[in-house]
């Protein structure tokens, strides 16, 4: 068994303005003569959280979008394929449909992204439709919450008919702007396949919260999945379609769980090493598109060793992985990852790993160490600190005998973490940043919700416990009793 050594564990636009047409577009009749070979895209981006936007085909980084001294981009995209894109500015994405001879707009107000996003120019009907069937699903998603009380058949109906409903919407935009065929197929899939995704999400919450319907689904309730395909290639990078196979994998696994009638597992852990390993081969056997099965390979990977209870599971999980030939520099990323989850297994000692305090000098993590300790990490790009040591200082208040310690993971930027603690008020005697580390800065993003329960000693106690859990204070008051 391979042998890992421990190292340190450790917005967006706020307003959009309408550009005037001048800057890219000045007029109808003096639009850019685009030729059929190329595409152009264009906005603005206000108060911005960095000088760039990304450009996505297919999971392949196509270009930065550097944006000028007004916050503006314009770019030419040369000889495009036809199909979806995905340009992304942290911490907000967005897929987009672009063909040769587009000319688009963007316009978008980050206080509510989805919401305020809209294209115009050529293309605009297209991706003005696809903005606005994102938005449906993201409501509908909500109402599942209340969908799977009701019964299977009920169900079934209510979705379908929202299936209707956007096949007709997008017959209506249709006949306006007579779209192209290659964009038509593509919209029924996007229409189907999000069908598709409320069943697969149905099925997950009634087998774990609703278990009486889950024995009652009527014949025909899973036809879909023979109609379904894991390959494809034109809807590899739509969140939509993603989310279907990713829901999909899950219920296989604890179909294929209970099926073993082995009385010793959980079925519904889905965040097993049993769990995730039967996700990550029903991957290998599903998917040939090699896109497409790197990510998820890679997104189970990251689950399968962040939630490692022991060494041997990162092990296991890693050579896995090897096996399934994920790329090598993917691989190489997930053995870094191992490395720090290894510092959340129970026994680990954390004492010496360096720390930043709110003065900026470097320390050492047993400095700050005086009793019980529960360590969080956090990030000022994250929208859910505030909301975080809110719950903090509430715990704080219950539990005076433990000491509550926030690390702040965005390394390399002890400004920008110094001024937002002054900015939100956190206690500066409690609040520290990751020091030097090998272990690659993105990687902590997954520690975001994790907390690390030490002793008086720096050693790990508790490894696997979450800041937004129901159970956060169970575990509290179980690490207080050992």
Not at 155 to 184: C, G, P, Q
Request: hydrophobic content about 35%; aromatic content about 12%.
């Amino acid at each position: 068994m391979k042998k890992y050594k421990i190292n340190p564990p450790v917005y967006a636009f706020l307003a959009v303005i309408l550009l005037p047409l001048s800057l890219i577009f000045t007029s109808c009749e003096d639009e850019p003569q685009t030729e059929n070979s190329s595409a152009y895209l264009g906005g603005e981006i206000v108060n911005p959280s960095s000088d760039h936007l990304l450009l996505f085909r297919n999971g392949k980084l196509l270009d930065t979008i550097f944006l000028n001294n007004r916050n503006r981009f314009s770019y030419k995209i040369d000889d495009p394929a036809s199909g979806i894109y995905i340009f992304k500015h942290r911490p907000e994405s967005q897929p987009i449909y672009l063909e040769p001879g587009d000319s688009l707009l963007m316009r978008a107000n980050t206080f509510a992204f989805d919401e305020s996003l809209h294209f115009s120019g050529k293309g605009e009907a297209r991706n003005n439709f696809l903005t606005q069937m994102y938005l449906d699903d993201e409501k509908t998603a909500d109402l599942l919450l209340s969908f799977y009380k009701i019964d299977p058949d009920n169900f079934a109906s209510k979705t379908d008919s929202i299936r209707e409903s956007r096949l007709r919407a997008l017959e209506k935009v249709n006949n306006k702007y007579k779209l192209s065929e290659d964009f038509l197929s593509v919209a029924k899939k996007v229409i189907n396949y999000e069908n598709y995704d409320l069943r697969e999400r149905y099925i997950y919450l009634v087998n774990r919260y609703n278990d009486q319907f889950s024995t009652r689904l009527p014949e025909g309730f899973m036809d879909h999945r023979e109609k379904v395909s894991f390959n494809e290639a034109d809807l590899q990078s739509y969140p939509g379609y993603k989310r279907f196979i990713e829901n999909y994998l899950i219920n296989y696994s604890f179909e294929a769980c209970k099926e073993e009638k082995d009385p010793s597992r959980n079925c519904q852990d889905f965040t097993s090493h049993e769990n995730i390993t039967s996700r990550i081969e029903k991957v290998n056997e599903l998917i040939q598109l090699p896109v497409l099965k790197n990510h998820f390979l890679s997104k189970l990977g990251v689950l399968g060793i962040v939630m490692a209870r022991e060494e041997e599971e990162i092990t296991k999980t890693l050579n896995l992985l090897k096996e399934s030939r994920i790329p090598q520099k993917e691989l190489s990323n997930l053995e870094q990852l191992g490395v720090l989850q290894l510092a959340y297994l129970p026994g680990t000692r954390v004492s010496t790993v360096p720390l930043i305090n709110s003065s900026g000098d470097t320390i050492q993590f047993k400095e700050v160490i005086k009793k019980p300790t529960i360590v969080f990490l956090w990030s000022i790009y994250s929208r859910e600190h505030k909301q975080y040591h809110q719950l903090i200082d509430e715990m704080r208040e219950k539990y005076p005998e433990i000491n509550f310690i926030g690390i702040n993971m965005d390394i390399g930027e002890v400004s920008k973490w110094r001024l937002a603690l002054n900015k939100y008020g956190y206690d500066p005697e409690m609040e520290f940043q990751v020091g030097r580390t090998r272990i690659k800065k993105e990687f902590f993003q997954y520690y975001l919700n994790k907390l690390l329960f030490l002793d008086s000693t720096g050693k790990v106690i508790i490894g696997d416990a979450f800041i937004n859990s129901p159970q956060f204070e169970t575990r509290i008051l179980e690490f207080l009793n050992q």
